[in-house]
């Protein structure tokens, strides 16, 4: 089955440091990623979807220049939590499909904290 | 905007069906998914449904309605490692939208 990676699972730093996080789908193209955020309890929150060699499209409420998004290459993006606060502490999950549509698949997921 | 609704918690009994509907408002429906995840992991594909009807993969089951903007997961014989939160996801805009359900809580007891 697909498989997507994400590194790092687990991440804490101190507040106004920058983090960055990789998503690779390691046996397949990925022609759209996305990103989501979770907290404790709560859903998936979409906060971005970017296709291959293109801008991300941000969702509503979502700081593009504080969450910064590339998508370089059809296996590989990266979030770049910009300036981090302990209010961005949050468990960070990309998923990775094909131009096929569904289904996506999702990397294991990175736990950010903030302090 | 998007909206979906599920129950928020279901308990059911080992060997056990159960049903977790989902309800969802949206504009330019392409189709609806469900997920899995356990806690502290990330979410896992169980079942995509684009048409009206039910689509069947194991002991695991989906239904759409796309008049009625309804769905269900089914879930039969129900064993101990199907405790998980159950996720709708309402897929849109020639599938660059998703959008997740408040998601439900299933615990299966002996």
């Known amino acids: 089955g697909a498989v997507v990676s994400q590194h790092p699972s687990r991440v804490i730093c101190k507040s106004g440091t920058s983090v960055k996080i990789e998503c690779r789908s390691l046996?397949?193209?990925?022609?759209?990623m996305f990103w989501y955020r979770q907290f404790p309890k709560q859903s998936l929150m979409l906060m971005a979807t970017?296709?291959?060699?293109?801008?991300?499209?941000?969702e509503q409420g979502v700081e593009k220049d504080k969450f910064l998004i590339n998508h370089a290459s059809l296996t590989l993006s990266t979030l770049t939590v910009t300036s981090a606060h302990p209010e961005d502490s949050s468990f960070y999950i990309c998923?990775?499909?094909?131009?096929?549509?569904?289904?996506?698949?999702f990397g294991p997921g990175t736990r950010l904290l903030v302090l | 905007g998007q909206s979906l609704e599920q129950p928020s918690e279901v308990t059911a009994v080992e060997g056990a069906i159960v049903q977790i509907n989902c309800t969802y408002q949206?504009?330019?429906?392409?189709?609806l998914s469900w997920y899995q995840q356990h806690d502290g992991g990330a979410p896992t594909f169980l079942s995509y449904?684009?048409?009206?009807g039910l689509e069947e993969t194991g002991r695991f089951s989906s239904f759409l309605s796309r008049s009625d903007s309804y769905g269900y997961l089914l879930l039969q014989e129900l064993q101990m490692k199907d405790s998980a939160s159950y996720f709708c996801?309402?897929?849109?805009?020639?599938?660059?939208?998703?959008?997740f359900g408040t998601g439900t809580k299933l615990q299966v007891i002996p």
């Open positions: 998923s990775a499909r094909t131009s096929g549509g569904p289904p996506q698949y």
């Open positions: 046996d397949f193209q990925a022609t759209t």
């Open positions: 970017s296709n291959e060699g293109s801008k991300a499209t941000y």
């Open positions: 949206t504009s330019g429906f392409y189709g």
């Open positions: 449904n684009a048409l009206d």
């Open positions: 996801a309402v897929y849109s805009g020639g599938y660059q939208k998703v959008t």
